[in-house]
Protein backbone atom coordinates (compact mmCIF):
# COMPACT_ATOMS: atom_id res chain seq x y z
CA UNK A 1 0.00 0.00 0.00
CA UNK A 2 1.37 3.41 -0.80
CA UNK A 3 1.84 6.16 1.85
CA UNK A 4 -0.97 8.13 -0.14
CA UNK A 5 -3.68 5.67 0.61
CA UNK A 6 -2.49 4.63 3.72
CA UNK A 7 -2.89 8.36 4.94
CA UNK A 8 -6.27 8.28 2.54
CA UNK A 9 -7.36 5.27 5.14
CA UNK A 10 -6.40 6.59 8.28
CA UNK A 11 -8.45 9.86 7.05
CA UNK A 12 -11.27 7.79 7.05
CA UNK A 13 -10.70 5.65 9.68
CA UNK A 14 -10.07 8.93 11.76
CA UNK A 15 -13.74 10.31 11.03
CA UNK A 16 -15.21 7.03 11.96
CA UNK A 17 -13.88 6.71 15.45
CA UNK A 18 -13.05 10.25 16.37
CA UNK A 19 -9.77 11.19 15.48
CA UNK A 20 -7.84 8.32 17.47
CA UNK A 21 -6.25 7.07 14.72
CA UNK A 22 -3.16 8.88 13.48
CA UNK A 23 0.00 9.58 14.94
CA UNK A 24 0.99 7.44 18.58
CA UNK A 25 -2.70 7.94 18.74
CA UNK A 26 -4.04 11.39 21.02
CA UNK A 27 -4.09 9.12 24.03
CA UNK A 28 -0.04 8.94 23.89
CA UNK A 29 0.35 12.31 22.24
CA UNK A 30 -1.27 14.00 25.08
CA UNK A 31 0.80 11.54 26.86
CA UNK A 32 3.71 12.32 26.06
CA UNK A 33 3.30 16.35 26.33
CA UNK A 34 1.19 15.90 29.51
CA UNK A 35 4.58 14.31 30.94
CA UNK A 36 7.41 16.54 29.73
CA UNK A 37 6.52 19.38 31.56
CA UNK A 38 7.49 17.96 34.68
CA UNK A 39 10.88 17.73 33.72
CA UNK A 40 11.19 21.36 32.72
CA UNK A 41 13.46 23.59 35.11
CA UNK A 42 11.37 26.34 37.30
CA UNK A 43 12.74 29.25 35.04
CA UNK A 44 10.66 27.84 32.49
CA UNK A 45 7.17 28.51 34.43
CA UNK A 46 6.00 30.20 31.24
CA UNK A 47 5.76 27.21 29.55
CA UNK A 48 4.89 24.76 31.69
CA UNK A 49 1.92 27.06 32.81
CA UNK A 50 0.74 25.82 29.53
CA UNK A 51 0.27 22.32 30.32
CA UNK A 52 -2.91 22.22 29.71
CA UNK A 53 -3.00 23.88 26.19
CA UNK A 54 0.21 21.56 25.07
CA UNK A 55 -1.86 18.69 26.12
CA UNK A 56 -5.32 19.66 24.03
CA UNK A 57 -3.15 20.24 21.00
CA UNK A 58 -1.05 17.73 20.82
CA UNK A 59 -2.16 15.96 17.87
CA UNK A 60 -3.24 19.06 16.04
CA UNK A 61 -0.09 18.52 13.32
CA UNK A 62 -2.45 15.42 13.02
CA UNK A 63 -5.52 17.44 12.21
CA UNK A 64 -3.72 19.52 9.44
CA UNK A 65 -3.43 16.42 7.31
CA UNK A 66 -6.40 17.25 5.56
CA UNK A 67 -5.86 20.57 4.09
CA UNK A 68 -2.30 20.72 4.43
CA UNK A 69 -0.94 18.73 1.88
CA UNK A 70 3.11 19.75 3.29
CA UNK A 71 1.75 18.16 6.59
CA UNK A 72 1.64 14.39 6.10
CA UNK A 73 5.27 13.84 5.07
CA UNK A 74 6.56 15.45 8.30
CA UNK A 75 5.16 12.64 10.27
CA UNK A 76 7.01 9.66 9.57
CA UNK A 77 10.91 8.57 7.80
CA UNK A 78 10.96 5.52 5.59
CA UNK A 79 14.60 4.61 6.77
CA UNK A 80 14.97 1.77 4.58
CA UNK A 81 14.29 3.37 1.64
CA UNK A 82 17.74 5.08 1.59
CA UNK A 83 20.73 2.66 1.79
CA UNK A 84 22.68 4.95 4.10
CA UNK A 85 20.27 5.68 6.58
CA UNK A 86 21.94 5.69 9.02
CA UNK A 87 23.94 8.98 8.04
CA UNK A 88 21.10 11.14 6.45
CA UNK A 89 22.47 14.65 5.71
CA UNK A 90 21.03 17.00 7.83
CA UNK A 91 20.39 19.58 5.06
CA UNK A 92 17.37 18.23 3.48
CA UNK A 93 18.08 19.96 0.59
CA UNK A 94 21.11 17.48 -0.19
CA UNK A 95 18.82 15.14 -0.03
CA UNK A 96 16.47 16.37 -2.08
CA UNK A 97 19.75 16.87 -4.32
CA UNK A 98 20.58 13.23 -4.43
CA UNK A 99 17.09 11.49 -4.96
CA UNK A 100 14.52 14.49 -5.84
CA UNK A 101 11.55 15.95 -3.95
CA UNK A 102 9.24 13.18 -5.25
CA UNK A 103 10.98 9.98 -3.40
CA UNK A 104 11.40 12.12 -0.49
CA UNK A 105 8.32 13.16 0.22
CA UNK A 106 7.07 9.82 -0.55
CA UNK A 107 9.61 8.68 2.53
CA UNK A 108 9.10 11.03 4.77
CA UNK A 109 10.99 14.03 6.86
CA UNK A 110 10.26 13.80 10.34
CA UNK A 111 13.78 14.11 11.20
CA UNK A 112 13.95 17.41 9.12
CA UNK A 113 10.54 18.57 10.39
CA UNK A 114 11.53 18.16 14.13
CA UNK A 115 14.43 20.62 13.86
CA UNK A 116 12.37 22.91 12.00
CA UNK A 117 9.45 23.16 14.96
CA UNK A 118 12.49 23.56 17.25
CA UNK A 119 14.42 26.43 15.23
CA UNK A 120 10.59 28.07 15.22
CA UNK A 121 9.91 27.39 18.56
CA UNK A 122 13.26 29.03 19.38
CA UNK A 123 13.00 32.12 16.78
CA UNK A 124 9.36 32.21 18.58
CA UNK A 125 10.66 31.97 22.51
CA UNK A 126 13.39 34.69 21.31
CA UNK A 127 10.82 37.38 20.25
CA UNK A 128 8.49 37.08 22.59
CA UNK A 129 6.01 35.43 20.45
CA UNK A 130 4.44 33.37 23.06
CA UNK A 131 1.23 32.77 21.60
CA UNK A 132 2.36 31.11 18.54
CA UNK A 133 5.47 29.49 20.65
CA UNK A 134 2.99 27.47 22.95
CA UNK A 135 1.45 26.03 19.47
CA UNK A 136 4.79 25.06 18.27
CA UNK A 137 5.71 23.72 21.49
CA UNK A 138 2.88 21.27 20.88
CA UNK A 139 3.61 20.40 17.53
CA UNK A 140 7.21 20.05 18.15
CA UNK A 141 6.05 17.09 21.48
CA UNK A 142 4.04 15.42 18.37
CA UNK A 143 6.84 14.97 15.76
CA UNK A 144 8.85 13.92 18.99
CA UNK A 145 6.83 11.42 19.61
CA UNK A 146 6.35 10.42 15.88
CA UNK A 147 9.83 9.94 16.40
CA UNK A 148 10.13 7.36 18.83
CA UNK A 149 6.75 5.39 17.52
CA UNK A 150 8.93 2.58 15.35
CA UNK A 151 5.72 2.18 12.63
CA UNK A 152 7.00 5.57 12.03
CA UNK A 153 10.47 5.11 11.02
CA UNK A 154 10.15 2.37 8.95
CA UNK A 155 9.22 1.36 5.32
CA UNK A 156 6.86 -1.27 6.90
CA UNK A 157 4.70 1.25 8.47
CA UNK A 158 1.94 -1.09 8.70
CA UNK A 159 3.02 -4.41 8.18
CA UNK A 160 1.98 -5.20 4.66
CA UNK A 161 5.33 -6.42 3.73
CA UNK A 162 5.27 -9.22 6.47
CA UNK A 163 1.10 -9.94 6.50
CA UNK A 164 0.73 -7.60 9.69
CA UNK A 165 -1.60 -5.53 7.52
CA UNK A 166 -3.65 -3.01 9.91
CA UNK A 167 -1.01 -3.38 12.72
CA UNK A 168 -0.41 0.20 12.83
CA UNK A 169 -2.96 1.50 14.47
CA UNK A 170 -3.82 -1.07 16.41
CA UNK A 171 -0.43 -1.16 18.44
CA UNK A 172 -0.32 2.90 18.36
CA UNK A 173 -4.05 3.46 19.12
CA UNK A 174 -6.30 0.47 19.70
CA UNK A 175 -3.79 -1.23 22.09
CA UNK A 176 -2.59 2.34 24.03
CA UNK A 177 -6.28 3.54 24.32
CA UNK A 178 -7.49 -0.05 25.85
CA UNK A 179 -4.47 0.44 28.24
CA UNK A 180 -3.38 3.69 28.84
CA UNK A 181 -3.97 3.26 32.57
CA UNK A 182 -0.60 1.42 32.82
CA UNK A 183 1.29 4.40 30.78
CA UNK A 184 3.94 5.69 33.11
CA UNK A 185 7.23 7.63 32.94
CA UNK A 186 9.43 8.47 36.05
CA UNK A 187 10.73 12.19 36.43
CA UNK A 188 13.36 13.30 34.41
CA UNK A 189 16.36 16.19 34.23
CA UNK A 190 16.57 18.22 31.35
CA UNK A 191 19.57 18.67 29.08
CA UNK A 192 21.16 21.00 26.42
CA UNK A 193 21.14 18.88 22.71
CA UNK A 194 23.71 20.75 21.04
CA UNK A 195 23.27 18.98 17.73
CA UNK A 196 19.71 18.66 17.42
CA UNK A 197 19.72 16.94 14.30
CA UNK A 198 21.84 14.16 15.25
CA UNK A 199 19.74 13.38 18.56
CA UNK A 200 16.78 13.17 16.53
CA UNK A 201 17.90 10.86 13.70
CA UNK A 202 19.61 8.96 16.60
CA UNK A 203 16.12 8.84 17.82
CA UNK A 204 14.42 7.69 14.87
CA UNK A 205 16.88 4.61 14.54
CA UNK A 206 17.03 3.56 17.90
CA UNK A 207 12.62 3.13 17.64
CA UNK A 208 13.36 1.53 14.42
CA UNK A 209 14.70 -1.46 16.26
CA UNK A 210 11.53 -2.76 17.88
CA UNK A 211 9.78 -3.12 14.27
CA UNK A 212 10.70 -6.54 14.20
CA UNK A 213 9.54 -7.31 17.75
CA UNK A 214 5.44 -5.75 16.97
CA UNK A 215 5.67 -7.58 14.11
CA UNK A 216 6.58 -10.61 15.91
CA UNK A 217 4.18 -9.67 18.83
CA UNK A 218 0.94 -8.83 16.57
CA UNK A 219 2.03 -12.63 15.11
CA UNK A 220 2.12 -14.40 18.66
CA UNK A 221 -1.15 -12.10 19.87
CA UNK A 222 -3.09 -13.54 16.80
CA UNK A 223 -2.14 -17.08 17.77
CA UNK A 224 -2.48 -16.85 21.52
CA UNK A 225 -6.07 -15.27 20.78
CA UNK A 226 -7.05 -17.14 17.81
CA UNK A 227 -7.63 -14.45 15.68
CA UNK A 228 -7.56 -14.49 11.94
CA UNK A 229 -6.87 -10.92 11.20
CA UNK A 230 -10.16 -10.38 9.65
CA UNK A 231 -12.63 -8.52 11.50
CA UNK A 232 -12.58 -6.52 15.07
CA UNK A 233 -9.41 -8.00 17.03
CA UNK A 234 -10.88 -9.24 19.92
CA UNK A 235 -9.74 -8.38 23.69
CA UNK A 236 -7.80 -11.34 24.30
CA UNK A 237 -5.37 -10.26 20.79
CA UNK A 238 -4.86 -7.08 22.49
CA UNK A 239 -4.40 -8.23 25.89
CA UNK A 240 -1.13 -10.48 24.26
CA UNK A 241 -0.29 -7.75 22.20
CA UNK A 242 0.47 -5.21 25.31
CA UNK A 243 2.07 -8.21 27.20
CA UNK A 244 4.46 -8.52 24.34
CA UNK A 245 5.57 -5.01 23.96
CA UNK A 246 4.51 -3.28 26.86
CA UNK A 247 8.33 -3.36 28.24
CA UNK A 248 9.81 -1.73 25.17
CA UNK A 249 6.21 0.85 24.68
CA UNK A 250 7.16 2.26 28.18
CA UNK A 251 10.67 2.30 27.52
CA UNK A 252 9.85 4.47 24.36
CA UNK A 253 7.30 6.87 25.99
CA UNK A 254 9.71 7.02 28.19
CA UNK A 255 12.15 8.34 25.96
CA UNK A 256 9.75 10.57 24.25
CA UNK A 257 9.19 13.10 27.28
CA UNK A 258 12.97 13.22 28.05
CA UNK A 259 13.71 14.43 24.52
CA UNK A 260 10.68 16.42 24.20
CA UNK A 261 11.67 18.14 27.66
CA UNK A 262 14.73 19.04 26.55
CA UNK A 263 14.46 20.12 23.12
CA UNK A 264 11.77 22.86 24.95
CA UNK A 265 14.88 23.66 27.30
CA UNK A 266 17.14 23.59 23.93
CA UNK A 267 14.70 25.94 22.42
CA UNK A 268 14.96 28.09 25.41
CA UNK A 269 18.57 27.95 25.54
CA UNK A 270 19.38 28.92 22.09
CA UNK A 271 16.27 31.82 21.98
CA UNK A 272 18.93 33.62 25.06
CA UNK A 273 16.10 33.07 27.33
CA UNK A 274 18.00 33.01 31.47
CA UNK A 275 21.42 31.42 29.99
CA UNK A 276 22.52 31.71 33.28
CA UNK A 277 20.41 29.49 34.48
CA UNK A 278 21.57 25.64 35.14
CA UNK A 279 21.60 23.11 32.07
CA UNK A 280 22.14 19.98 34.67
CA UNK A 281 19.58 18.80 37.19
CA UNK A 282 21.13 21.39 40.08
CA UNK A 283 20.51 24.07 38.18
CA UNK A 284 24.25 25.18 38.37
CA UNK A 285 27.25 25.10 35.68
CA UNK A 286 29.37 22.01 36.80
CA UNK A 287 32.74 23.00 37.81
CA UNK A 288 34.46 20.05 36.32
CA UNK A 289 35.15 18.17 33.02
CA UNK A 290 33.51 14.72 32.92
CA UNK A 291 33.20 11.86 30.79
CA UNK A 292 30.58 9.39 32.53
CA UNK A 293 30.55 5.79 31.73
CA UNK A 294 28.10 5.24 28.77
CA UNK A 295 24.98 3.54 30.13
CA UNK A 296 23.93 1.21 29.42
CA UNK A 297 27.39 -1.30 29.11
CA UNK A 298 27.92 -3.67 28.06
CA UNK A 299 24.95 -2.73 25.25
CA UNK A 300 23.57 -3.87 22.15
CA UNK A 301 23.14 -1.57 20.00
CA UNK A 302 22.28 1.95 21.74
CA UNK A 303 24.02 3.39 24.39
CA UNK A 304 24.11 6.28 25.79
CA UNK A 305 27.35 9.06 26.70
CA UNK A 306 27.08 11.86 28.85
CA UNK A 307 29.16 14.58 29.94
CA UNK A 308 29.75 17.57 31.60
CA UNK A 309 31.58 21.36 30.26
CA UNK A 310 32.43 23.86 32.96
CA UNK A 311 32.25 26.22 30.02
CA UNK A 312 31.80 26.92 26.78
CA UNK A 313 34.27 25.04 24.47
CA UNK A 314 35.00 23.69 21.03
CA UNK A 315 33.90 20.12 21.52
CA UNK A 316 35.07 16.45 19.62
CA UNK A 317 33.25 13.23 20.68
CA UNK A 318 34.26 10.74 18.43
CA UNK A 319 34.21 6.37 18.90
CA UNK A 320 37.47 4.32 17.98
CA UNK A 321 37.63 0.65 17.58
CA UNK A 322 41.30 -1.00 19.00
CA UNK A 323 42.99 -0.71 16.20
CA UNK A 324 42.52 3.39 16.71
CA UNK A 325 40.08 3.59 13.35
CA UNK A 326 37.39 6.57 13.60
CA UNK A 327 34.04 4.75 13.88
CA UNK A 328 31.72 7.89 14.61
CA UNK A 329 31.61 11.32 15.44
CA UNK A 330 28.86 11.62 18.12
CA UNK A 331 29.05 15.48 18.81
CA UNK A 332 31.08 18.24 17.27
CA UNK A 333 31.48 22.31 17.33
CA UNK A 334 31.02 24.61 19.86
CA UNK A 335 28.64 23.81 22.75
CA UNK A 336 27.62 25.94 26.22
CA UNK A 337 29.13 25.11 29.76
CA UNK A 338 26.43 22.33 31.27
CA UNK A 339 25.42 18.60 31.17
CA UNK A 340 25.54 17.45 27.22
CA UNK A 341 24.15 13.71 26.03
CA UNK A 342 24.22 11.85 23.55
CA UNK A 343 23.53 8.18 21.98
CA UNK A 344 25.43 5.99 20.08
CA UNK A 345 24.19 3.09 18.01
CA UNK A 346 26.44 0.74 16.56
CA UNK A 347 24.45 -1.22 14.19
CA UNK A 348 26.77 -3.05 11.99
CA UNK A 349 29.70 -3.06 14.03
CA UNK A 350 31.32 -6.07 15.43
CA UNK A 351 31.10 -6.77 19.20
CA UNK A 352 33.79 -6.07 20.83
CA UNK A 353 35.48 -3.30 22.58
CA UNK A 354 35.74 0.03 21.34
CA UNK A 355 36.58 3.57 22.93
CA UNK A 356 34.83 6.60 22.88
CA UNK A 357 36.75 10.22 23.40
CA UNK A 358 35.95 13.59 24.48
CA UNK A 359 38.02 16.64 23.33
CA UNK A 360 37.18 19.99 24.56
CA UNK A 361 39.18 23.08 23.90
CA UNK A 362 37.92 26.41 25.56
CA UNK A 363 36.68 28.87 23.04
CA UNK A 364 38.02 31.75 26.19
CA UNK A 365 40.93 32.51 26.41
CA UNK A 366 40.93 33.53 30.57
CA UNK A 367 39.58 29.92 30.59
CA UNK A 368 42.35 27.73 29.36
CA UNK A 369 44.76 28.57 32.53
CA UNK A 370 42.24 26.07 34.66
CA UNK A 371 42.67 23.05 32.22
CA UNK A 372 45.68 22.36 34.02
CA UNK A 373 47.60 19.31 33.07
CA UNK A 374 45.31 17.41 31.01
CA UNK A 375 45.91 14.15 28.89
CA UNK A 376 46.18 16.25 25.62
CA UNK A 377 47.78 19.08 23.71
CA UNK A 378 48.44 22.66 25.04
CA UNK A 379 44.48 24.22 25.58
CA UNK A 380 42.88 20.87 25.30
CA UNK A 381 41.06 18.75 27.34
CA UNK A 382 40.91 15.04 26.77
CA UNK A 383 39.29 12.13 28.09
CA UNK A 384 39.07 8.55 26.98
CA UNK A 385 36.34 5.69 28.27
CA UNK A 386 36.05 2.09 27.08
CA UNK A 387 32.86 0.44 25.82
CA UNK A 388 31.68 -2.96 24.89
CA UNK A 389 29.40 -4.21 22.40
CA UNK A 390 28.03 -7.66 22.91
CA UNK A 391 25.52 -8.76 19.98
Same mark, same amino acid.
Given at each position: ??????????????? !?????????????????????????????????????? #??????? *????????????????????????????????????????????? +?????????????????????????????????? #? &????? =???????????? =? &???????????????????????????????????????????????????? %?????????????????? &?????????? *?????????????????????? !???????????????????? !?????????? #????????????????? +????????????????????????????????????????????????????? %?? +???????????????????? #?????????
Amino acid at each position: MSRNCFWLSAFLIFL !ATGGNAWGWGRTAHKFINQYAVPDLPAAMAILSAQQAF #LISHASD *ADSRKSSDTAEAPKHFIDLESYPDFQHLPAELAALISQYGWPTVK +TNGILPWATVWALDSLTAQMHSGDWNRAYQTAAD #L &GHYVA =DGHQPLHCTINY =D &GYQTGNNGIHSRYESSMIDQYQAFLVVAPDTVRYIADPYSYVLNSELHARLF %VDSILQADNDAKAASGWN &GSGSAPQAYY *AALWQNTQHFTLQLMQEATSDL !ASLWFTAWQNAGLNTTSAVN !AASTTPNTFA #LAQNFPNPFNPTTTIRY +TLPFEGNVSLTVFDVMGRRIADLATGRQIAGTHETRFIASGLASGTYFYRLSV %VP +TARRDLASIGDQDGQAGEFV #LTRKLLLVR
